[in-house]
């Protein structure tokens, strides 16, 4: 069974600044997808950037980016120039392509972002 | 696109009531939707994997008499809580896979928040 481990349950960053959350996984497979949703008070899960494990090249999305490190199944969101909007529940999440459309999302336990103005 | 529609957004029921959650694609076939319940600060927490037609799978430790899905149809799966109790109050979240993009991400729905006194 695949496993997600976010071992950092709260973080801050100053607004404009840059912040890295950390994921590690744990998988026999080698083709599956990595997921990062962000969860505001809101409770809507939003989806932030996705990779993946096929290829190389980290994926970007604006001021998002990530460091997916294959071999120490390892894969950090690396958010730039903070912004208030940004505080919120991020979930690291991997999902097996094996299955198909039945393959489930394994989240990691979450970590709170907060942004001090 | 992709949207999923959830409702109710909340919810409060008397204990040994029972009550119904409607989780909809309202612009794609969901081949596949998904439960999750969720306590506050917590990680989503897999319920059942629902497809359209057939019974659900329902994760280790999830009573399946008391938490009752159907999956109708390609946009349209149920969750009922049957007889609720005060430790049934939580967030439950809908997902839904898109037919035949099976390595997209899930799209969520809203969530509904249920509360039984």
């Known amino acids: 069974a695949q496993t997600v481990t976010q071992s950092q349950p709260e973080m801050s960053v100053q607004e404009a600044e840059t912040v890295t959350l950390s994921c590690t996984y744990d998988?026999?497979?080698?083709?599956?997808?990595l997921f990062w949703y962000k969860q505001p008070p809101s409770r809507q899960m939003i989806l932030v950037i996705r990779?993946?494990?096929?290829?190389?090249q980290n994926a970007t999305e604006n001021r998002f980016s990530v460091n997916f490190q294959k071999a120490a199944k390892s894969f950090s969101l690396k958010i730039s120039d903070s912004q208030l909007g940004d505080a919120a529940m991020y979930f690291c999440a991997y999902r097996s392509r094996r299955t198909g459309a039945n393959s489930k999302l394994t989240f990691g336990k979450g970590i709170t972002l907060s942004v001090r103005p | 696109g992709a949207v999923v529609s959830q409702h109710p957004s909340w919810v409060i029921c008397k204990s040994g009531t029972s009550v119904k959650i409607e989780c909809r694609s309202l612009?794609?076939?969901?081949?596949?939707m998904f439960w999750y319940r969720q306590f506050p600060k917590q990680s989503l927490m897999l319920m059942a994997t629902s497809n359209e037609g057939s019974k659900a799978t329902y994760e280790q430790g999830v009573e399946k008499d008391k938490f009752l899905i159907n999956h109708a149809s390609l946009t349209l799966s149920t969750l009922t809580v049957t007889s609720a109790h005060p430790e049934d109050s939580s967030f439950y979240i809908c997902?839904?896979?898109?037919?035949?993009?099976?390595?997209?991400?899930?799209?969520f729905g809203n969530g509904t928040r249920l509360t039984v006194t």
């Open positions: 998988t026999s497979e080698s083709d599956y997808y």
């Open positions: 612009d794609f076939q969901a081949t596949t």
């Open positions: 990779q993946e494990a096929y290829k190389q």
């Open positions: 997902s839904a896979s898109v037919r035949r993009e099976y390595n997209s991400p899930l799209h």
